[in-house]
């Protein structure tokens, strides 16, 4: 009986994986007829919708097909969109929602990310170039959320980094639908000030981390009241030669959106000083 159960839940995540692969490969077809061009001496390179060239589709089936090892993924739907990356929902074997960020192939931002890689001892030797410089953004932004993550700073937790893809905890409710970012949050108070400005502490002086593009953009409001960071791929060390700018742009950022709901602030030193403490 026991043995009918799993080849039947096996048989169902066999045709939700092949239904993702067909409508890939959908995809793949109806765009190689529509953009010929795209498709001659380069066509490994060759890229869908900005997301899926032919390196990032291997790498999602790789995922994909890690059922047989009891860790695969099923790719749902869109979540979020930004200027680099798009990210989708994602279920494991156990039916735990994931987030599945996937770098741009077809984008400009990066070759002006280069201020937030160069000076940071961590990635002084890499190799120049915009489809390696995409890779170097994925495992960046990994290694920022893992630093972050053991040092006790709320951010979605990260699982693995393949290529321009990152997995990553889904922050939001049962059903899939994201947790609404801090300008999209039906109330803001001044407790969550008081947070932002503790977490951005605790990163400071524990992961030794600026996040360098902080903004209600990329604050989460979680249903219970939690703060938490994320988009964490200009984030740098501080030993960067730019942290402390990086810093205080944060502050800024961060000050503005709450002087504009009437929320009292503290100014930009003290702010600095209750971040970086004796450092």
């Known amino acids: 009986m026991f043995e009918e159960i799993e080849e039947i839940e096996e048989k169902e995540f066999d045709e939700q994986k092949q239904k993702i692969i067909d409508k890939v490969d959908r995809r793949l077809y109806r765009h190689e007829h529509e953009n010929r061009f795209l498709w001659k001496r380069s066509e490994d390179y060759s890229v869908v919708d900005d997301v899926f060239d032919m390196p990032t589709l291997m790498v999602i089936k790789k995922l994909i097909n890690a059922n047989h090892t009891k860790k695969g993924i099923i790719i749902k739907n869109p979540i979020g969109t930004g200027k680099e990356s798009k990210v989708y929902l994602a279920e494991d074997y156990k039916h735990n929602f994931l987030a599945i960020k996937i770098y741009l192939q077809v984008n400009t931002e990066f070759k002006k990310r280069m201020q937030y890689i160069d000076g940071d001892p961590r990635f002084s030797h890499i190799k120049k170039g915009s489809r390696n410089l995409i890779t170097i ?143």
């Open 137 to 279: 953004w994925a495992k960046k932004e990994f290694k920022n959320l893992k630093t972050a993550y053991n040092n006790g700073i709320n951010v979605p937790a990260p699982h693995e980094v393949r290529r321009n893809i990152l997995v990553m905890d889904f922050i939001g409710d049962d059903e899939g639908n994201p947790a609404p970012d801090l300008l999209h949050s039906k109330s803001v108070t001044s407790k969550d000030y008081d947070e932002i400005i503790q977490q951005m502490s605790r990163l400071y002086q524990k992961a030794e981390l600026v996040h360098a593009d902080l903004s209600e953009y990329n604050i989460f409001k979680c249903s219970d009241g939690r703060i938490m960071f994320f988009d964490f791929g200009s984030s740098v060390n501080i030993k960067h030669p730019n942290s402390k700018q990086f810093l205080i742009r944060d502050i800024i950022n961060i000050n503005g959106f709450f002087e504009k709901r009437g929320i009292k602030v503290l100014n930009n030193d003290l702010a600095i000083h209750a971040i970086i403490g004796g450092k």
